[in-house]
């Protein structure tokens, strides 16, 4: 059986909770947003601040969004997509998926860098849509893997992907340098 993990404000962590008993949702649309769906991201993106306040460190500023999200056309953006679900002309989730060249695997390989589900629409099948929808896109560019980087202690996400069939590897070390 597969485990549900939901955050908790007071214990500032993941903890292990009942799946919620919620239908999947049907005709939920997965495509590739482009600059004409500028609103729709901004509202989704307004959604997610108002919904997870707690992740999100500072409040929604749609100006800075504005500016720094839409520098230039998205469909302009080399190695870099913005996967969206849509339901009833609403933007549920979102990928951003970029690609580049793995000299190791002497091939290119993909990179969720973000994956989002507004609360509401979570348990419903939409998360794994978009990931099946990643790699549909992935296929069309001849790449075969794509990988993303996890909190250790986001336990949801890593139940999430565990059961969307990632392999978890542990020997992933993360290191940062800001300067």
């Keep these: 059986m597969n485990k549900h993990y939901e955050w908790s404000q007071k214990h500032e962590s993941f903890v292990e909770a009942q799946k919620p ?5 049907q005709n939920v649309l997965y495509y590739t947003a482009n600059s004409t769906h500028f609103d729709k991201i901004v509202q989704f993106e307004k959604r997610s601040y108002q919904t997870e306040g707690y992740i999100f460190p500072d409040d ?15 469909e302009d953006i080399k190695d870099y997509k913005l996967l969206v679900a849509e339901y009833e002309e609403m933007i549920v989730g979102r990928i951003d998926l970029t ?20 609360k509401p629409y979570r348990n419903m099948a939409t998360g794994k849509g978009l990931i099946d929808f990643c790699k549909s896109e ?26 969307s069939g990632f392999n978890l590897n542990s020997k992933m070390i993360v290191c940062e340098l800001d300067f």
């Design 21 to 25: 008993e919620v239908e999947k949702i």
């Design 60 to 74: 929604f500023d749609e100006e800075k969004f504005r500016v720094h999200f839409f520098r230039k056309r998205i």
């Design 99 to 118: 690609w580049m060249y793995d000299v190791d695997k002497d091939s290119s390989i993909g990179f969720i860098n973000w994956i989002y589900v507004l």
């Design 138 to 163: 992935l296929r069309k560019m001849n790449i075969n893997t794509v990988k993303l980087l996890v909190g250790k202690g986001n336990l949801a996400a890593l139940e999430f992907y565990r059961n």
